[in-house]
């Protein structure tokens, strides 16, 4: 047999096996899901630490999402008038949303990530994520 004879079989293989690991989406963008919600805002006394009782629906507020396990953030968008955003056209998998909160008294920085972790298990699915809710200390 010769040499091309023999190695035809192992080609295939490989190239199969390519083509099935170039089928497997990652989360991201191209698919037809949405992640949608809003964000919250609750002020602090920034002397006594306690709420002041004005909350509201934040405008123009930055969310940010993490596509699977990266490292860091891989897009991000502001909150309309009502305080809700959308990220769109994402694929099956899991994201984490975030939305930074001050924190004066807690962290070095004055801000904190808040969290919301999402799974899109359909190529379709329309995900509402509850409330991200941040404080703004005045």
């Not at 096996?17 to 989360?27: G, N, Q, R, V």
């Not at 991201?28 to 306690?50: C, F, M, P, S």
């Not at 955003?85 to 099956?92: A, G, T, V």
């Amino acid at each position: 047999m010769d040499p091309i004879a023999r190695t035809a079989p192992l080609l295939t293989m490989a190239l199969a096996a390519s083509l099935m690991t170039a089928c497997a989406k990652e989360p991201g963008v191209g698919g037809r899901a949405e992640i949608h919600g809003h964000v919250y805002v609750k002020e602090v006394n920034k002397d006594t630490g306690l709420p002041t009782g004005v909350e509201y629906y934040a405008p123009e507020y930055r969310v940010y999402i993490i596509y699977g396990d990266h490292a860091t953030f891989d897009d991000d968008t502001r909150t309309g008038p009502d305080g809700g955003y959308k990220f769109s056209w994402l694929r099956k998998g899991d994201y984490t949303l975030f939305a930074y909160s001050e924190c004066p008294n807690d962290c070095e920085s004055g801000q904190q990530p808040i969290y919301a972790p999402v799974s899109i298990g359909t190529k379709s699915e329309v995900f509402e994520v509850p409330d991200i809710v941040v404080e703004d200390w005045k």
